[in-house]
Every structure is written in structure tokens, then in C-alpha cells.
């Protein structure tokens, strides 16, 4: 599955952007799609994730402030994100699980800069 994030940019704490990434190159119905993100000098941690069914889970310091949806004729996650604070600045990285026969797989998509000023 090929993954093209978009909607990074720069923006001033308390304001709000909106992440997409779709998915293509594959049939496969994809299960779970996925936010991440990379922070400078930080691990890559799960920002939120949503399956194909519409549950929702979010990492506690996002939760109330972002929110994630999905498309799944569209095969695109999105990723609304309000109340933006300096510590949100990372990467923000794309995630699509789905089982392939009997095996789990995922893929990345290539990223897309968030950056919060004070």
C-alpha cells in the first residue's frame, strides 16, 4: 500500500491544521490507518488510530483536541488537530495495518512537517 500524507505546515499555537493521507495501490481492505509522530529528539509515538469499523483511540496528550476520521471509500484517514501547542511540532507519519492472508502488515507513508510556533 502506497501512503501520501499532506497538510503540514506551519501554524501558531492555538491554531488548528488538518493531516490526510490516502492510500492506494492495493485492493486489500486496510483495517486500521493510523497517525504517528516524531518529535525532534523524541521516539515516534502513536498520535491516534482508527479501524475499519470507526473506534477511535488516542494517545492522552492529543486527546479532546485532536480528532481522527476516515474515508473508507476513499481509502483516506484524516487527521484534524485544534488547540495546536508548541510540543505537537514532529513529523507527522501515516500507519495502514491489514492482514494479508493469515499475516499482519503495515506501511508508512512518507511523512508530512507539523510545526507549532509559541
Known amino acids: 500500500v502506497q501512503l501520501q500524507a499532506s497538510g503540514g505546515g506551519l501554524v501558531q499555537a492555538g491554531g488548528y491544521l488538518r493531516l490526510s493521507c490516502a492510500a492506494s495501490g492495493n485492493s486489500i481492505p486496510i483495517n486500521v490507518m493510523a497517525w504517528y509522530r516524531q518529535g525532534p529528539g523524541k521516539r515516534r509515538e502513536l498520535v491516534a488510530s482508527i479501524n475499519r469499523g470507526g473506534d477511535t483511540d488516542y494517545a492522552g496528550s492529543v486527546k479532546g483536541r485532536f480528532t481522527i476520521s476516515r474515508d473508507n471509500a476513499k481509502n483516506t484517514v484524516y487527521l484534524q488537530m485544534n488547540s495546536l501547542k508548541p510540543e505537537d511540532t514532529a513529523v507527522y507519519y501515516c500507519?495502514?495495518?491489514?492482514?494479508?492472508?493469515?499475516?499482519?502488515?503495515?506501511?508508512w507513508g512518507q511523512g508530512t512537517l507539523v510545526t507549532v510556533s509559541s
Open positions: 500507519n495502514a495495518g491489514y492482514w494479508e492472508g493469515v499475516s499482519w502488515s503495515d506501511d
